[in-house]
Protein backbone atom coordinates (compact mmCIF):
# COMPACT_ATOMS: atom_id res chain seq x y z
CA UNK A 1 0.00 0.00 0.00
CA UNK A 2 2.86 2.27 -0.38
CA UNK A 3 1.89 4.22 -2.99
CA UNK A 4 -0.96 5.70 -0.99
CA UNK A 5 -0.44 8.89 1.01
CA UNK A 6 -1.97 7.86 4.15
CA UNK A 7 -3.93 4.58 6.05
CA UNK A 8 -7.14 5.76 7.76
CA UNK A 9 -9.33 3.30 9.79
CA UNK A 10 -12.84 3.44 11.62
CA UNK A 11 -14.07 0.55 13.68
CA UNK A 12 -17.26 -1.28 13.57
CA UNK A 13 -19.15 -1.78 16.85
CA UNK A 14 -20.51 -3.89 19.56
CA UNK A 15 -23.51 -2.68 21.92
CA UNK A 16 -23.48 -3.93 25.40
CA UNK A 17 -26.99 -2.94 26.16
CA UNK A 18 -29.35 0.08 24.89
CA UNK A 19 -30.81 -1.25 22.32
CA UNK A 20 -33.39 0.92 20.04
CA UNK A 21 -33.13 4.01 22.29
CA UNK A 22 -30.48 6.19 20.53
CA UNK A 23 -32.79 7.78 18.14
CA UNK A 24 -35.40 8.74 21.73
CA UNK A 25 -32.52 10.74 22.70
CA UNK A 26 -31.37 7.38 25.40
CA UNK A 27 -28.36 6.53 26.93
CA UNK A 28 -26.39 3.83 25.33
CA UNK A 29 -23.56 1.52 25.88
CA UNK A 30 -21.83 0.42 22.80
CA UNK A 31 -17.74 -0.01 22.28
CA UNK A 32 -15.24 0.19 19.21
CA UNK A 33 -13.46 -3.10 17.84
CA UNK A 34 -10.63 -3.85 16.25
CA UNK A 35 -12.92 -5.15 13.07
CA UNK A 36 -12.05 -2.02 11.11
CA UNK A 37 -13.05 -0.74 7.70
CA UNK A 38 -9.29 1.14 6.12
CA UNK A 39 -8.98 3.40 3.55
CA UNK A 40 -5.67 4.14 2.08
CA UNK A 41 -6.03 7.08 0.31
CA UNK A 42 -3.95 9.40 -2.40
CA UNK A 43 -4.95 12.76 -3.59
CA UNK A 44 -5.22 12.44 -7.49
CA UNK A 45 -5.63 15.66 -9.02
CA UNK A 46 -9.11 14.86 -10.34
CA UNK A 47 -12.38 15.89 -10.17
CA UNK A 48 -12.98 12.22 -9.39
CA UNK A 49 -13.04 10.13 -6.66
CA UNK A 50 -11.70 6.68 -7.64
CA UNK A 51 -13.11 3.22 -5.30
CA UNK A 52 -11.57 -0.28 -5.02
CA UNK A 53 -12.04 -2.45 -2.66
CA UNK A 54 -9.37 -5.27 -1.70
CA UNK A 55 -12.31 -7.85 -1.15
CA UNK A 56 -14.19 -7.01 -4.58
CA UNK A 57 -13.25 -7.23 -8.31
CA UNK A 58 -15.52 -3.72 -8.72
CA UNK A 59 -13.93 -0.30 -9.62
CA UNK A 60 -16.02 2.79 -9.18
CA UNK A 61 -15.56 6.20 -10.45
CA UNK A 62 -17.42 8.86 -8.55
CA UNK A 63 -17.73 12.70 -9.92
CA UNK A 64 -17.89 15.10 -7.58
CA UNK A 65 -19.78 17.31 -9.50
CA UNK A 66 -22.58 14.39 -9.37
CA UNK A 67 -22.41 12.80 -6.40
CA UNK A 68 -26.68 12.66 -5.63
CA UNK A 69 -26.14 10.92 -8.42
CA UNK A 70 -24.93 7.04 -6.52
CA UNK A 71 -28.07 5.89 -4.39
CA UNK A 72 -28.24 2.66 -6.66
CA UNK A 73 -24.60 1.88 -6.75
CA UNK A 74 -24.59 -1.80 -5.28
CA UNK A 75 -20.86 -1.33 -4.37
CA UNK A 76 -19.67 2.78 -3.72
CA UNK A 77 -23.07 4.03 -2.48
CA UNK A 78 -21.69 4.81 1.09
CA UNK A 79 -18.89 6.98 -0.22
CA UNK A 80 -20.94 8.80 -2.31
CA UNK A 81 -23.37 9.70 0.24
CA UNK A 82 -20.25 10.18 2.44
CA UNK A 83 -18.57 12.50 0.40
CA UNK A 84 -22.04 14.23 -0.65
CA UNK A 85 -22.25 15.27 3.44
CA UNK A 86 -18.57 16.32 3.61
CA UNK A 87 -19.88 18.55 0.54
CA UNK A 88 -22.93 19.67 1.54
CA UNK A 89 -21.57 20.91 5.05
CA UNK A 90 -18.73 23.20 3.18
CA UNK A 91 -15.91 21.06 3.63
CA UNK A 92 -12.98 21.20 0.31
CA UNK A 93 -13.49 18.13 -1.38
CA UNK A 94 -10.46 16.67 -3.15
CA UNK A 95 -10.31 14.21 -6.02
CA UNK A 96 -8.78 10.69 -4.45
CA UNK A 97 -7.90 7.28 -4.87
CA UNK A 98 -9.26 5.13 -2.14
CA UNK A 99 -8.85 1.56 -1.81
CA UNK A 100 -11.51 -0.04 0.71
CA UNK A 101 -10.94 -2.79 2.72
CA UNK A 102 -13.42 -4.18 5.35
CA UNK A 103 -12.79 -6.35 7.76
CA UNK A 104 -16.24 -5.61 9.66
CA UNK A 105 -18.38 -8.41 8.35
CA UNK A 106 -21.02 -6.89 5.89
CA UNK A 107 -24.50 -7.05 7.20
CA UNK A 108 -23.63 -8.35 10.21
CA UNK A 109 -25.44 -5.83 12.66
CA UNK A 110 -21.53 -4.96 13.55
CA UNK A 111 -22.16 -1.34 11.99
CA UNK A 112 -20.21 -1.99 8.71
CA UNK A 113 -21.80 0.69 7.03
CA UNK A 114 -21.05 3.32 9.85
CA UNK A 115 -17.19 2.09 9.21
CA UNK A 116 -17.21 2.59 6.04
CA UNK A 117 -18.92 5.91 6.15
CA UNK A 118 -16.99 7.25 9.21
CA UNK A 119 -13.13 5.96 7.67
CA UNK A 120 -14.30 7.56 4.05
CA UNK A 121 -15.20 11.02 5.52
CA UNK A 122 -12.05 11.10 7.78
CA UNK A 123 -9.63 10.03 4.30
CA UNK A 124 -11.71 12.98 2.64
CA UNK A 125 -10.90 15.26 5.43
CA UNK A 126 -7.34 14.12 5.68
CA UNK A 127 -6.77 14.69 1.46
CA UNK A 128 -8.34 18.19 2.20
CA UNK A 129 -5.51 19.13 5.00
CA UNK A 130 -8.70 19.73 6.84
CA UNK A 131 -9.23 18.78 10.80
CA UNK A 132 -10.55 15.21 11.37
CA UNK A 133 -13.09 16.24 14.02
CA UNK A 134 -14.76 12.85 14.93
CA UNK A 135 -17.70 13.67 16.66
CA UNK A 136 -18.75 16.03 13.37
CA UNK A 137 -17.59 13.20 11.12
CA UNK A 138 -19.84 10.54 12.81
CA UNK A 139 -22.33 13.59 12.58
CA UNK A 140 -21.79 13.70 8.62
CA UNK A 141 -22.11 9.94 8.19
CA UNK A 142 -25.38 9.59 9.81
CA UNK A 143 -26.82 12.20 7.70
CA UNK A 144 -25.10 9.77 5.10
CA UNK A 145 -26.97 6.84 6.20
CA UNK A 146 -30.36 8.65 6.76
CA UNK A 147 -30.48 10.74 3.62
CA UNK A 148 -28.52 8.69 1.03
CA UNK A 149 -29.31 4.95 2.20
CA UNK A 150 -32.71 6.11 3.55
CA UNK A 151 -32.07 4.11 7.00
CA UNK A 152 -33.68 6.68 9.72
CA UNK A 153 -30.62 5.66 12.11
CA UNK A 154 -29.74 7.12 15.80
CA UNK A 155 -26.40 8.27 16.10
CA UNK A 156 -25.06 5.06 18.15
CA UNK A 157 -23.36 3.12 15.30
CA UNK A 158 -21.55 6.66 13.74
CA UNK A 159 -20.37 8.05 17.20
CA UNK A 160 -18.78 4.26 18.46
CA UNK A 161 -17.12 3.87 14.68
CA UNK A 162 -15.65 7.51 15.06
CA UNK A 163 -14.88 8.24 19.07
CA UNK A 164 -14.14 4.28 20.22
CA UNK A 165 -11.30 4.04 22.67
CA UNK A 166 -9.05 0.77 23.29
CA UNK A 167 -10.15 -1.38 26.11
CA UNK A 168 -13.00 1.23 27.12
CA UNK A 169 -17.06 0.77 26.19
CA UNK A 170 -19.00 4.26 26.05
CA UNK A 171 -21.53 5.61 27.80
CA UNK A 172 -23.10 7.83 25.44
CA UNK A 173 -25.92 10.09 25.91
CA UNK A 174 -27.37 10.28 22.50
CA UNK A 175 -29.52 13.43 23.57
CA UNK A 176 -26.46 15.46 24.86
CA UNK A 177 -24.14 14.40 22.29
CA UNK A 178 -21.82 13.29 25.10
CA UNK A 179 -19.84 10.40 25.60
CA UNK A 180 -17.98 9.02 29.04
CA UNK A 181 -15.80 6.28 28.78
CA UNK A 182 -16.01 2.79 31.02
CA UNK A 183 -13.16 0.49 31.13
CA UNK A 184 -14.93 -2.53 29.81
CA UNK A 185 -13.18 -4.85 32.23
CA UNK A 186 -15.03 -8.67 32.87
CA UNK A 187 -12.85 -10.02 34.91
CA UNK A 188 -12.72 -13.80 34.42
CA UNK A 189 -15.21 -13.50 31.45
CA UNK A 190 -14.70 -13.32 27.83
CA UNK A 191 -17.39 -11.26 25.33
CA UNK A 192 -18.56 -13.81 22.51
CA UNK A 193 -19.59 -12.07 19.04
CA UNK A 194 -21.92 -14.76 17.38
CA UNK A 195 -23.39 -14.18 13.81
CA UNK A 196 -26.60 -16.00 13.38
CA UNK A 197 -25.51 -15.88 9.51
CA UNK A 198 -29.22 -14.44 8.56
CA UNK A 199 -29.44 -13.43 4.94
CA UNK A 200 -30.67 -9.37 5.69
CA UNK A 201 -33.90 -8.53 4.26
CA UNK A 202 -36.66 -5.84 4.94
CA UNK A 203 -34.81 -4.64 7.83
CA UNK A 204 -34.90 -0.99 6.76
CA UNK A 205 -38.49 -0.73 6.23
CA UNK A 206 -39.09 -2.62 9.82
CA UNK A 207 -36.31 -0.41 11.53
CA UNK A 208 -37.72 3.01 10.43
CA UNK A 209 -41.46 1.93 11.09
CA UNK A 210 -40.16 0.95 14.77
CA UNK A 211 -39.03 5.01 14.53
CA UNK A 212 -42.29 5.62 13.23
CA UNK A 213 -44.42 4.24 16.30
CA UNK A 214 -41.88 5.95 18.94
CA UNK A 215 -42.71 9.79 16.99
CA UNK A 216 -46.08 8.95 17.44
CA UNK A 217 -45.66 8.50 20.73
CA UNK A 218 -43.26 11.31 22.21
CA UNK A 219 -46.26 13.73 20.04
CA UNK A 220 -49.00 12.46 21.92
CA UNK A 221 -47.21 12.35 25.01
CA UNK A 222 -45.99 15.41 24.59
CA UNK A 223 -49.69 17.07 24.94
CA UNK A 224 -49.59 15.93 28.57
CA UNK A 225 -46.11 15.82 29.60
CA UNK A 226 -43.12 18.35 29.29
CA UNK A 227 -40.63 15.88 27.74
CA UNK A 228 -38.24 16.28 25.17
CA UNK A 229 -37.78 12.45 23.82
CA UNK A 230 -38.82 9.52 24.43
CA UNK A 231 -35.94 8.91 26.89
CA UNK A 232 -37.08 11.21 29.23
CA UNK A 233 -40.62 9.60 30.14
CA UNK A 234 -41.20 8.34 33.44
CA UNK A 235 -43.00 4.34 33.96
CA UNK A 236 -45.54 5.83 35.71
CA UNK A 237 -46.24 8.63 33.42
CA UNK A 238 -46.71 6.15 30.80
CA UNK A 239 -48.59 4.14 32.65
CA UNK A 240 -50.93 6.53 33.65
CA UNK A 241 -50.94 8.52 30.25
CA UNK A 242 -51.14 4.54 28.47
CA UNK A 243 -54.89 5.12 27.45
CA UNK A 244 -53.76 7.56 24.88
CA UNK A 245 -51.66 5.46 22.69
CA UNK A 246 -52.59 2.70 20.64
CA UNK A 247 -51.60 -0.87 22.28
CA UNK A 248 -48.65 -1.71 20.25
CA UNK A 249 -47.23 1.92 20.77
CA UNK A 250 -47.72 1.39 24.35
CA UNK A 251 -45.42 -1.51 24.11
CA UNK A 252 -42.94 -0.56 21.91
CA UNK A 253 -42.46 2.89 24.11
CA UNK A 254 -42.11 0.41 27.54
CA UNK A 255 -39.13 -1.38 25.97
CA UNK A 256 -37.41 2.00 25.40
CA UNK A 257 -38.54 3.08 29.01
CA UNK A 258 -36.66 0.22 30.38
CA UNK A 259 -34.39 -0.41 28.28
CA UNK A 260 -32.81 3.39 29.30
CA UNK A 261 -33.17 2.05 33.10
CA UNK A 262 -31.15 -1.31 32.40
CA UNK A 263 -28.60 0.93 30.71
CA UNK A 264 -27.91 2.93 33.49
CA UNK A 265 -28.32 -0.67 35.70
CA UNK A 266 -25.67 -2.42 33.45
CA UNK A 267 -23.26 0.51 33.71
CA UNK A 268 -22.93 0.01 37.54
CA UNK A 269 -22.92 -3.23 37.69
CA UNK A 270 -20.07 -3.32 35.21
CA UNK A 271 -18.31 -0.82 37.40
CA UNK A 272 -18.88 -2.86 40.72
CA UNK A 273 -17.34 -6.01 38.66
CA UNK A 274 -21.48 -7.68 39.11
CA UNK A 275 -20.73 -9.76 35.87
CA UNK A 276 -23.47 -12.23 36.55
CA UNK A 277 -26.01 -8.93 37.21
CA UNK A 278 -24.78 -7.68 33.92
CA UNK A 279 -25.34 -10.81 32.61
CA UNK A 280 -28.88 -10.82 33.29
CA UNK A 281 -29.48 -7.35 32.21
CA UNK A 282 -28.54 -8.50 28.73
CA UNK A 283 -31.24 -11.20 29.31
CA UNK A 284 -33.97 -8.48 29.95
CA UNK A 285 -32.76 -7.01 27.22
CA UNK A 286 -33.15 -9.53 24.45
CA UNK A 287 -36.57 -10.53 26.07
CA UNK A 288 -37.85 -7.00 25.91
CA UNK A 289 -36.48 -6.81 22.03
CA UNK A 290 -38.32 -10.21 20.94
CA UNK A 291 -41.17 -9.59 23.12
CA UNK A 292 -41.79 -6.22 23.45
CA UNK A 293 -39.96 -4.37 20.14
CA UNK A 294 -40.39 -6.97 17.82
CA UNK A 295 -37.09 -6.79 16.17
CA UNK A 296 -35.13 -10.12 16.47
CA UNK A 297 -36.80 -13.19 14.90
CA UNK A 298 -35.84 -16.92 14.70
CA UNK A 299 -32.86 -17.02 14.33
CA UNK A 300 -31.62 -14.36 16.60
CA UNK A 301 -33.79 -16.05 19.69
CA UNK A 302 -32.27 -19.01 19.11
CA UNK A 303 -28.79 -18.06 19.17
CA UNK A 304 -29.58 -16.13 22.32
CA UNK A 305 -31.41 -18.19 23.64
CA UNK A 306 -29.08 -21.11 22.90
CA UNK A 307 -26.30 -19.41 24.74
CA UNK A 308 -28.25 -18.58 27.99
CA UNK A 309 -29.11 -22.09 28.69
CA UNK A 310 -25.08 -22.13 28.99
CA UNK A 311 -24.28 -22.70 32.72
CA UNK A 312 -20.74 -20.47 31.49
CA UNK A 313 -22.95 -17.99 30.02
CA UNK A 314 -23.85 -14.98 32.59
CA UNK A 315 -26.08 -13.43 29.73
CA UNK A 316 -26.92 -13.04 25.88
CA UNK A 317 -28.07 -10.62 23.66
CA UNK A 318 -28.88 -9.25 20.11
CA UNK A 319 -27.11 -6.01 19.35
CA UNK A 320 -27.78 -3.56 16.54
CA UNK A 321 -30.72 -2.94 14.72
CA UNK A 322 -32.31 -6.85 14.72
CA UNK A 323 -34.16 -8.75 12.18
CA UNK A 324 -30.67 -10.59 12.01
CA UNK A 325 -27.13 -10.08 12.71
CA UNK A 326 -25.40 -10.78 16.22
CA UNK A 327 -25.73 -11.17 19.00
CA UNK A 328 -23.14 -10.83 22.51
CA UNK A 329 -22.10 -12.98 25.10
CA UNK A 330 -20.55 -13.25 28.10
CA UNK A 331 -19.16 -16.07 28.71
CA UNK A 332 -16.39 -17.67 31.36
CA UNK A 333 -13.03 -17.48 29.56
CA UNK A 334 -12.01 -21.05 29.92
CA UNK A 335 -15.63 -22.31 28.53
CA UNK A 336 -15.56 -20.18 25.59
CA UNK A 337 -14.29 -22.83 22.75
CA UNK A 338 -16.68 -25.31 24.21
CA UNK A 339 -19.89 -22.99 24.73
CA UNK A 340 -19.23 -21.84 20.70
CA UNK A 341 -19.07 -25.84 20.41
CA UNK A 342 -22.67 -26.38 22.11
CA UNK A 343 -24.17 -23.36 20.82
CA UNK A 344 -23.01 -23.62 16.99
CA UNK A 345 -24.76 -27.33 17.04
CA UNK A 346 -27.81 -26.54 18.68
CA UNK A 347 -28.28 -23.27 16.23
CA UNK A 348 -27.53 -25.26 13.11
CA UNK A 349 -29.83 -28.02 14.51
CA UNK A 350 -33.16 -25.40 14.48
CA UNK A 351 -31.84 -23.03 11.91
CA UNK A 352 -29.86 -25.58 9.23
CA UNK A 353 -26.89 -23.50 8.77
CA UNK A 354 -23.95 -22.65 11.68
CA UNK A 355 -23.37 -19.02 12.64
CA UNK A 356 -19.77 -17.68 13.13
CA UNK A 357 -18.16 -16.40 15.80
CA UNK A 358 -15.72 -13.80 15.13
CA UNK A 359 -12.34 -12.85 17.62
CA UNK A 360 -12.36 -9.04 17.79
CA UNK A 361 -10.79 -6.87 21.08
CA UNK A 362 -12.01 -3.42 21.60
CA UNK A 363 -10.47 -1.03 19.48
CA UNK A 364 -10.32 2.72 18.71
CA UNK A 365 -12.24 4.54 16.64
CA UNK A 366 -11.04 6.88 13.54
CA UNK A 367 -6.87 6.67 13.48
CA UNK A 368 -5.52 8.33 10.72
CA UNK A 369 -1.58 6.97 9.51
CA UNK A 370 0.70 9.01 7.30
CA UNK A 371 2.62 6.15 4.64
C1 LIG B 1 -28.96 0.34 14.17
C2 LIG B 1 -28.93 1.87 14.07
C3 LIG B 1 -28.59 2.52 15.41
C4 LIG B 1 -29.46 1.98 16.54
C5 LIG B 1 -29.50 0.45 16.50
C6 LIG B 1 -30.49 -0.10 17.49
O1 LIG B 1 -27.68 -0.16 14.43
O2 LIG B 1 -28.00 2.30 13.10
O3 LIG B 1 -28.71 3.93 15.30
O4 LIG B 1 -30.74 2.52 16.47
O5 LIG B 1 -29.84 -0.05 15.21
O6 LIG B 1 -30.10 0.18 18.79
Known sequence: MNEYAYKVTAAGRINIIGEHVDYCGGKVFPAALTLTNTVYVRPNGTNQINLSWTTLPDKVTLDLDKLESYQDLKYGNYQAGSALMWKRAGHKLVGCD??????????SGLSSSAAMEVSTIAALAVVAGEEVDPVEIALLAQKAERE??????????????????????????????????????????????????????????????????????????????????LAELKKEDLETHKHLLREIVYTRVSHVVEECERVNQAVQAMQAGDIPLL?????????????????????????????????????????????????????????????????????????????????????????????
Do not use: W
Open 98 to 107: MLQDCKVPFG
Open 148 to 229: YTGVNCGIMDQYASACGKKDMAMLLDCKELTCSYVPLELGEYALVIANTNKPHSLVVSKYNERRAECEEALAILQEKLPITC
Open 279 to 371: GKLLNASHASLKNKYEVTGIELDTLAESAQRQGACMGSRMIGGGFGGCTISIVKQECVEEFKKIVSKEYEDVIGYAPTFYEAGIGDGITVTKL
